[in-house]
């Protein structure tokens, strides 16, 4: 009985609260709305709108806001919003107590002239001057003026709070367009908006709120379905009521996750129905994009003659995607079938004439496919080779035909580390070959299957599956998470091509600038990382980027190092993405480490050391270490050699034998690869280290006690910071 009890209470107390702070509605009604940006567009205006009434005092941090974005209406709806805000104590500053008042205490004219500005009642001077308050400002006393600011009310808040969202949407491209004004002159007046504004809503409950925007002035009714709602205008009895009356009365799904996630249920289904294993193809862009472009989803399955499935898929998926908005099926190998869906605006009861319609909409775009892949056939890739010399690549590197050379010259070299003949031989047939799909007609007209295009007619001129997948996979990684090339020729042509990129534009020094990259240089760069690292090839950094520079002879200058510190920070950026701290990054990549796959073993062998109890205290020594050296070297080259019989104190003769002990032990590990091991080994080092530092004078005055000390660190240094530069773990 209790618990019901409580429940009741609960219950009464929300009732209450809401007959206090009713929630709150607002809509606008336009014409179609960017598919591509509706719901950013949707998301900000309630954000805004929400945000400003908070900060407003009208709603609370305790306020929900809950965004709806269709093609015609941007709306918000926020729970629990005062008809007025709380007023609002505020205190001023005056002035000091020496300005405002003379030396009998009375108000001096520069008070009661502030306090007049401020609205206060000066007709009694010694009441207002006995209203105010002193206290210590810095080291003077000033006078302070309290006082109650009203707080908002809710037409003035939303009206601000509307404006500000209005304002603030990001609106990809703004239309210009005209009204009549609402006076006594007749006239026009010019608006400035994403699309034409049409209708306003605001209740607060059931009450309108009459806020203006765009030349509009909010009601309660708004419009459905262009054409199947039930009436017009949709009239809505409150707040609350909202999205179920638009979506009773109107044939309107207002919210957009609601109508996306409808459309994917009504896609799975209608798969369902095909059979044999059939999935829709899963495209989140352009399932945002078909929810952007219907209010009521009906899903409906087509279909086109079997015939076009000669054609590659790929050119069928994208022409059916990117000029129809279909979702098209693949079967249960994922290849593609002869069926698509359509996500349809209207639900008639016949449902042929939008199946028909679509149908005969989708068939020329395959026959073209299907007419550009015969025509392409045609002619060989190789053939194709001399067109590329009339394609401008860049203005300051030449023609593709330039690019294709010099790409060929940095896969040979690097072919020619990585394998045999055979392997030169395919990665220079593909390097020859990877950009002549630019010049045939499926890639005119569809340069997204640039790559793609060049494998399948590799496969029909006869190269063999080793050149065409070499071919097709040369632009691989594409996308951060997309696959790497399949096979090394692939990797050798990817790379080359990559690198031809970033050391051409650092070369020219077309760098990237805050947001703008367009040649894509940051990718291209984690493209080279992460082919070097996944595929673990015996590759050196500097080595790859020197030698690439002379296949451009005089067109650049050579940018390797400033290039080298450009990939050095985008594999910092990937590797602390991957959760390895700032710290431990620095520490290995300040080395500069030539073999990218062996990183991580490092940084694993780092994160390893610096958990040992000696980790702290050994780095802060190396850190130490490091810095006599520097002094040192000021003065001339430190070698890192010792003469034991100058070993005078027994620490730096201990410091001595344990460095003869311990430290071949250690490159033996580290030559074997075993980095975690090899730094465990020097842990031992500490006691000596420590001991050293503590009894031995390195500058010492006698030159070659000093030179044989410093050549004892110097020792120290290289054994302890072959895997990593251990001063940067010092706290």
């Not at 640039?450 to 007619?457: E, F, S």
Request: proline content about 5%.
């Amino acid at each position: 009985m209790g618990g019901t009890d409580g429940q009741k209470g609960s219950v009464n107390e929300r009732k209450n609260k809401n007959m206090t702070t009713p929630n709150l509605l607002v809509e606008l009604f336009v014409e179609e709305l960017p598919p591509k940006a509706l719901q950013k567009l949707g998301d900000a205006f309630a954000t805004v709108l929400s945000d400003q009434l908070k900060a407003q005092g009208l709603a609370t941090a305790a306020s929900v806001v809950t965004p709806f974005a269709s093609p015609r209406r941007l709306a918000a709806h926020v729970t629990a919003v005062a008809d007025k805000a709380a007023d609002k104590a505020v205190q001023q500053k005056l002035m000091p107590v020496t300005v405002g008042l003379d030396a009998s205490g009375n108000a001096t004219p520069a008070l009661l002239k502030k306090l007049q500005a401020l609205g206060a009642d000066v007709s009694n001077p010694a009441a207002a001057v006995a209203a105010l308050k002193r206290a210590q400002d810095g080291k003077a006393e000033a006078l302070f003026y309290d006082s109650v600011v009203p707080g908002a009310t809710l037409q003035e808040g939303l009206q601000k709070a509307l404006l500000e969202a209005l304002a603030k949407l990001p609106i990809p491209k703004v239309m210009s367009y005209q009204l009549e004004t609402d006076c006594e002159l007749p006239g026009w007046t010019s608006v400035n908006f994403v699309r034409p504004a049409h209708g306003l809503v605001a209740l607060h409950g059931g009450t309108v709120v009459p806020v203006k925007a765009l030349g509009l002035t909010a009601g309660n009714s708004t419009t459905g379905h262009r054409f199947e709602a039930a009436v017009s205008p949709v009239v809505l009895q409150d707040a609350d009521s909202y999205a179920a009356t638009l979506k009773k009365d109107g044939a309107v799904i207002a919210s957009f996750a609601e109508r996306k996630a409808e459309i994917a249920r009504q896609l799975t289904a209608a798969a369902a129905k095909v059979g044999n294993g059939a999935r829709p193809i899963e495209d989140e862009a352009l399932l945002d994009e078909v929810t952007a472009l219907v209010e009521r989803p009906n899903v409906v399955i087509c279909q086109f003659e079997e015939q076009f499935l000669g054609v590659p898929q790929e050119c069928l998926i994208l022409t059916m995607k990117a000029n129809q908005k279909y979702f098209p099926l693949l079967d249960a190998a994922g290849k593609l079938t002869n069926k698509f869906l359509v996500v349809s605006n209207i639900s008639p009861e016949d449902t042929s004439f939008v199946t028909g319609g679509n149908e005969r909409v989708v068939r020329p775009r395959l026959a073209d496919a299907k007419f550009f892949f015969d025509q392409d056939r045609k002619k060989t890739l190789a053939s194709r080779v001399e067109g590329l010399g009339k394609v401008v690549y860049h203005n300051k590197l030449g023609t593709q035909g330039e690019r294709v050379e010099r790409v060929r010259a940095i896969a040979k070299a690097i072919a020619t580390q990585l394998g045999d003949a055979a392997l030169m031989a395919d990665a220079d047939q593909a390097a020859l070959l990877a950009k002549t799909d630019l010049v045939t007609d499926m890639v005119g007209e569809f340069p997204e299957l640039q790559g793609i295009m060049g494998g399948y007619y590799a496969l029909n001129d006869g190269l063999g599956e080793t050149v065409a997948h070499a071919i097709e996979d040369h632009y691989k990684p594409r996308f951060a998470g997309d696959a790497l090339p399949r096979n090394t020729a692939g990797v050798v042509v990817a790379l080359a091509d990559k690198l031809e990129t970033l050391v051409g534009m650092f070369g020219i020094g077309n760098l990237p600038t805050g947001d703008r990259d367009p040649f894509a240089l940051r990718r291209h760069a984690l493209g080279v990382i992460r082919m070097l690292v996944e595929k673990d090839l015996s590759l050196d950094l500097n080595a790859l980027l020197a030698g690439a520079v002379p296949a451009f002879g005089d067109k650049i200058t050579d940018a390797s190092a400033a290039l080298a510190d450009f990939i050095y920070d985008r594999l910092a950026g990937s590797l602390r993405e991957q959760g390895y701290s700032a710290q431990e990054v620095d520490a290995v990549l300040a080395l500069r480490p030539q073999r990218l796959a062996l990183v991580e073993k490092q940084l694993a062998a780092v994160r390893a050391f610096a958990a040992l109890p000696e980790s702290p205290a050994l780095a802060a020594a190396n850190k130490r270490v490091g810095n006599i050296l520097k002094k040192a070297e000021v003065e001339g080259a430190v070698d890192a050699h010792v003469n034991p019989d100058l070993l005078q104190e027994k620490a730096e003769q201990d410091l001595y034998a344990a460095l003869q002990r311990f430290v071949p032990e250690a490159n033996a590990q580290f030559d074997a690869g075993d980095y975690t091991a090899s730094l465990q080994t020097l842990a031992v080092l500490r006691a000596p280290v420590d001991a050293f530092f503590d009894d031995v004078m390195v500058n010492a005055e006698q030159l070659d006690l000093r030179l044989n000390r410093q050549g004892l660190l110097k020792t120290l240094h290289e054994a302890m910071n072959r895997v990593a530069d251990l001063s940067r773990l010092a706290a």
